[in-house]
Nanobody
Framework: QVQLVESGGDLVQAGGSLRLSCVVS????????MSWYRQAPGKQRELVAT???????NSVDSVKGRFTISRDNAKKTLYLQMNSLKPQDTAIYYC??????????WGQGTQVIVSS
């Protein structure tokens, strides 16, 4: 059974940085494209960024230039480096496969709170 364990969330001031991690177990990580998602209070979960198995990346306009998705296949870990954080980045962040795939069961997520 695939398990997704996100970590690294915290309370941070606007303008600060965080690095999120997602450890994937129970499957072959290296051949899967992976994505980060977030869900803000009272809103639907939304896609943030995607990385293919070959390392190509894409992100939504609201985080372009501030967030960087990366992966370490040897550690079966997905990362999200978040810089220049804004209060509107406050959300629970999750990892999973991209929206166009059969996604795994969601993990517990990691909470990011950005204070103004």
């Amino acid at each position: 059974q695939v398990q997704l364990v996100e970590s690294g969330g915290d309370l941070v001031q606007a303008g600060g940085s965080l690095r999120l991690s997602c450890v994937v177990s129970g499957t072959i990580f290296s051949t899967n494209a992976m994505s980060w998602y977030r869900q803000a209070p009272g809103k639907q979960r939304e896609l943030v960024a995607t990385i293919t198995s070959g390392g190509y990346t894409n992100s939504v306009d609201s985080v372009k230039g501030r967030f960087t998705i990366s992966r370490d296949n040897a550690k079966k870990t997905l990362y999200l480096q978040m810089n220049s954080l804004k209060p509107q980045d406050t959300a629970i962040y999750y990892c999973n496969k991209p929206p166009y795939t059969s996604r795994w069961a969601w993990g517990q997520g990691t909470q990011v709170i950005v204070s103004s």
